[in-house]
């Protein structure tokens, strides 16, 4: 465990907005968590849990104890006629991680090339970009529970994943465990730190290529299937035409949620934009 006072949040936060920790921890293991929990200066202190620094935007100095996300290690944790699953660490960067599950013949995570953050911030914001989320590849996680210490591993259902939702995204009162001493239902927000993730890629792969941008590409090249390789190549050069470089100019990337209509207002559009990408909600 790795405690700095006074750090400087700057190259924390894609942004580039100066702030400074009052305490900092850099998260290098699971054992790092359980350190902070057992210390006694830093156990009763708020926390605050940072992996990229993407989806914020600092006001001031941080007075919570901030848990820097920096657990690493990617690896084939099994490979079935069905399926590679492969765990990453929640601090390994996102993009990081989906070129090298490409790299290493475990395709499936090309859709969501170029996403900022890191792979603990996944989960809790179910991630998504080109017609895929990240619900479509989860498996399980582990986290550990910030007010019990106690270690945990959760599943696609029990993470409660939503449209740019999840359980780590709601409150919940403290005592909401199970007779297991899980977490039960939602709320995760601010109780839960995530330590690995563990994602389920589909064989044989499939690519998914439901939107005009990609369908371009295909025309442009020439190409009517294209390997995953290519749809990651496609998908990086169409974000940076898009977006700026975070390193020279500070920005979140492309960040947004759709809006949810009825179905009757869905036929309405359709019916005046045949073409627009559009997706069935659960509830209909």
Known sequence: M???KNAPLQPCN?????ARAQTLVRIHASSDVLAVLADPQLAPAPKFVLGGGSNIILTG???PVVLKMEIKGLRLVEETPKAWIVE????????????WTLANGFPGLENLALIPGTVGASPVQNIGAYGVELQDRFESLDAIDLATGQSFTLD???????YRDSVFKHGAPSDALDANGLPRGMGLQGRAVITH???HLPKP???????????????????QQPTAQQIFNWICEIRRAKLPEPAVVGNAGSFFKNPTVSPDQCADIIAREPRIVHYPMPDG
């Open 2 to 4: 790795v405690v700095e």
């Open 14 to 18: 894609t942004f580039g907005i100066a």
């Open 61 to 63: 100095d941080v007075k």
């Open 88 to 99: 990453a660490g929640a601090g390994e960067a996102w993009h990081d991680c989906v070129a």
């Open 156 to 162: 696609a259902a029990q993470c409660g994943f939503g």
């Open 197 to 199: 993730v563990r994602f």
């Open 205 to 223: 792969w499939k690519p998914v290529l439901g939107y005009v941008d990609l369908e371009r590409r295909m025309a442009d090249e020439g190409v």
